[in-house]
């Protein structure tokens, strides 16, 4: 007999990045420009050996090899809201601490949040574009995305905002929607940062028209700056986001190491907070409590500063690298734009607008053809996706094969 399936079950797609990989797979001589890895090059092997061998020579019980806490380790949360509160002035680290949990990845904590606040049917305001992960999880749970509007710059577009929250008003929709989304730091995929003013902008707008729900800002690249952090506080301190349910994110893979899989939230609700603690205790009662133990020997040594001061400039030096070859392979002449980025890993490409980018497009054949891999913007939009725009990563790639990859990708481009 075939098994029948739940409503979540029903609704289950294969993740995007599997069907890219899947391309990958059928050309060995692909270069992929499209999944968000870190660079292998400069993950802190030596760091991590000092952190395990150090875990073993402690004296007593081995309790880093035993189960730990839903919540996660105290001493590793106490430290995170330390490093919080030095590039949050005005944050608490002791109230900070007591209101922070430790995920699997910051991936696990987006879905606990949506678990905890919303049922199928019900609406979340994204940025435009967003982080595509998260928009395929809304999917899945039958949650539907609306993007906030943006300007010609990209930025938020709070009159246009107002407009489209008094509309959904007027629609009878406000009480279907459930949070406000939102990658703050050199995004996933734009590689840009929301400034001060839209992010006041936002706050005052969306309390304007009553529409104060939980807010998640996902800081995931906030650490991966290259030259100077980004300037603009988080939502736990601007008095403008006082008032809404806050539920900030943050990692330790892009900074450290993705494979170690930690991340944390810090959410200022309790409610909110002990509803998705109870999720989690359904999911794993508690995420690898070794894996949270190296974290735990890295922090308290210097470890991630010392491994930052390695992983920042080597990505800064591959965006420079991926950017120079693509504008000497001519792509700017064809009608292409895109910004370089200040942190992060991603360049977001805009092609001109009657070019077709997307997944099941004659460019993205002939790109994996080619043997270059990229992810298609549209895949990056809560609603009304544009054909013309191109994720590029330079995380996994050396500087001489982004060269290569990029005088592919613009030799299609030059085609088309
Ligand atoms: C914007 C953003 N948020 C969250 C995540 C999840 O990261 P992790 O689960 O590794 O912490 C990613 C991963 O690529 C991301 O790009």
């Known amino acids: 007999m075939p098994a029948v399936f739940s409503a979540l079950g029903r609704r289950a797609r294969p993740p995007t990045i599997a069907r890219l990989m899947s391309l990958a797979l059928e050309n060995p001589r692909l270069l992929s420009l499209a999944a968000g890895f870190t660079d292998n090059r400069t993950l802190p092997v030596a760091a ?146 929301l400034d001060l003013v839209e992010k006041n902008a936002l706050a005052a707008t969306l309390a304007a028209h009553g529409a104060v729900v939980p807010v998640i800002e996902d800081a995931a690249y906030r650490e991966l700056w290259f030259a100077a952090p980004h300037p603009a506080p988080s939502v736990l301190t601007l008095p403008a986001w006082e008032k809404f349910p806050r539920l900030y994110l943050s990692t330790l893979t892009k900074p450290f190491a993705s494979g170690l899989k930690v991340g944390w939230g810090v959410c200022t609700d309790a409610d909110w907070l002990a509803r998705m603690l109870h999720t989690k205790g359904h999911h794993d009662f508690g995420t690898a409590n070794f894996n949270q133990a190296v974290c735990e020997q890295v922090l308290a040594t210097g470890g991630l500063e010392a491994q930052l001061a390695v992983s920042r400039p080597a990505y800064a030096r591959k965006m420079r690298a991926l950017h120079a070859a693509l504008v000497s392979a001519g792509l700017p002449a064809r009608g292409w734009h895109w910004r370089e980025a200040e942190g992060g890993l991603y360049l ?37 996706a544009p054909k013309n725009f191109v994720r590029l990563s330079y995380g996994v790639l050396a500087e001489p094969e982004l060269a290569e990859a990029a005088r592919r990708f613009a030799g299609v481009a030059a085609k088309m």
């Open 48 to 193: 991590v050996r000092a952190a395990v061998t150090a875990l073993a020579a402690q004296p007593g019980e081995p309790e880093w090899l035993q189960y730990g806490s839903n919540a996660g380790r105290p001493r590793l949360r106490e430290l995170l809201a330390a490093r919080l509160a030095t590039q949050e002035p005005g944050l608490d680290p002791v109230a900070t601490r007591d209101r922070l949990f430790v995920t699997n990845g910051s991936q696990q904590a987006l879905y606990l949040a949506m678990q905890a606040l919303c049922d199928p049917g019900d609406l979340v305001l994204v940025d435009r574009p967003s982080y595509f992960v998260f928009l395929e999880l809304l999917t899945g749970l039958g949650v539907e995305a609306r993007s906030l509007p943006v300007d010609a710059a990209g930025k938020i577009d709070a009159p246009a905002l107002g407009a489209l929250l008094g509309t959904m008003k007027t629609r009878g929709e406000l009480g279907r929607l459930k949070a406000v989304y939102f990658v703050s730091y050199y995004s996933n995929p734009s590689g840009r940062s």
């Open 348 to 384: 977001w490409l805009e092609a001109p607008a009657t070019l077709d980018t997307g997944l099941d497009s004659a460019f993205c054949r002939a790109c994996v053809e080619a043997g270059v891999l990229y992810v298609p913007g549209e895949l990056c939009f809560g609603d009304d």
